[in-house]
Structure formats: structure tokens, C-alpha cells
């Protein structure tokens, strides 16, 4: 991934936190069973955009959101003022040692270093915490969705099988994945301004942008799950959890 697309998401905070959907209760529920126990559970949103992770976990114990774009950075405190907002990275993340029991990253894994990443996520942690990645995308499994990511030209979600795991750590045990349904309700123009958040969208030369969306309304509007107006888009939340040794 390059440095640009990481740095690209700034520029539409605003409409990434109308437009990017919520992560599936079940799979953050997943991410967490390890640790939920724990009394006065303090949680870590890494790489926290605009929240969209933070909400579901600011009704499961304390949390510190971390990111480093100012302008994402600025819509979640706006969004959240009763959080713990802090600017920083998964380089650098700016908590004490063993100060939390679970790190959580959603939609953001692949934009790390992950060299440097691991050990600074292992630092942060108590013994036995979570370190989970979450990612949104659609059911691969469901024909017409297939059809319209082939229309856009975008790849489709990768399956476990194909790689969704955590690189290997001495401070970790063994990547665990797990898939949850997330369905949600949505119109052709309100799934184009979703695709318009996403990193090969906002990178992207105008014309060859609005060439995919063309392609896409095309699509769409020749299918009949799609073409009466509001419909419903079946997205999965992949959830990779691993434990701190």
C-alpha cells in the first residue's frame, strides 16, 4: 500500500463518518471475549479514523482512540467529545507499558508496519490482552455484489484461506479469524458516496473515478436486487484476534 492512499482519507473525514458502516456487534464481541471480564476494562482504537470502531467500544469500557491524520483526528473528537483522543500511530502509540487490555484496529491493519507495529502493540498490552484487526467488506459469496465490484474494478474481500491472518510474533500466540454478517440498508447513491471513501477512490484521476461510478449505477441498475431503490447490502465483518503471551 502506498503512502498516499494511507494519506488520502483526511481529505473526506466528513464523509467517511456519514457513509463507512458500523462493524457487526458480534464481531467486536468476538474480538473482545478474551478480556470483556476484566474489571474496568480499558480499550485501545488504533488507527481510529472517525470512530466508527469507537462508538460500539465506548459501550464496553474505557477507550483511547488513537490516529494520525489531523483531519480524521478532528472529526472524532468532534463526534466524541467524551472520549480520549490522542494523535499518534501503531508505530508510535503514545500510552504507557502495559496500560490496556485490548487493541482493536478496524480497517486499518494493512496500513501499518507491521515489523514495527507488533512489538509496540505488544508493549502497550497486559499479559493475556487482544490484539484484533476488523475489516468491513462485502459477501464475495453473493452474485450481483460480485458483478458491481467487477463493474468498479475493485478487488473483492480476501478470504480467510487466502491470507486474512496477523504476521507471526513472539509476543503473540496463533491468528484466529472469525466472519460476521453485517448487513445493511442502503440506496445505489449512498453505496457510490461509500465507494467515493475508499483509498483507490480518492487517489484516483477525476474522470477515471467517475468512469467507475458510471459503471457501477449501469450495473446496478440492471439488477433486480437493486434497481427499486433502497436495498440491502450484504457486508461481512472479518474479525483476526490474537493474544498477548
Known sequence: MTASRARSFGAAAAEYARYRPEYAEAAIDRALEPVIARPALRLLDLAAGTGKLTSALLRRGS???VEPDPAMLAEL???????DAREGSAEAIPVPAGSVDAVLVGQAWHWFDAQRALPEIGRVLR????????????????EWVAGYREAAGIASRMRADDGL???????????????????VRTTVESLIAMLATHSWSLVAEPAEREAAFARVRAYLATRPETSAGEFELPLVTDVVRVLRR
Request: proline share 16%.
Open 63 to 65: 477507550v483511547i482512540a
Open 77 to 83: 473528537r468532534a463526534r466524541f467529545p467524551e472520549g
Open 127 to 142: 499479559p493475556g490482552g487482544v490484539l484484533a484487526a476488523l475489516w468491513n467488506g462485502d459477501d464475495p459469496d453473493v
Open 165 to 183: 491472518r496477523l504476521p507471526e510474533h513472539p509476543d503473540f500466540g496463533r491468528s484466529e479469524h472469525s466472519a460476521h454478517p453485517n448487513p
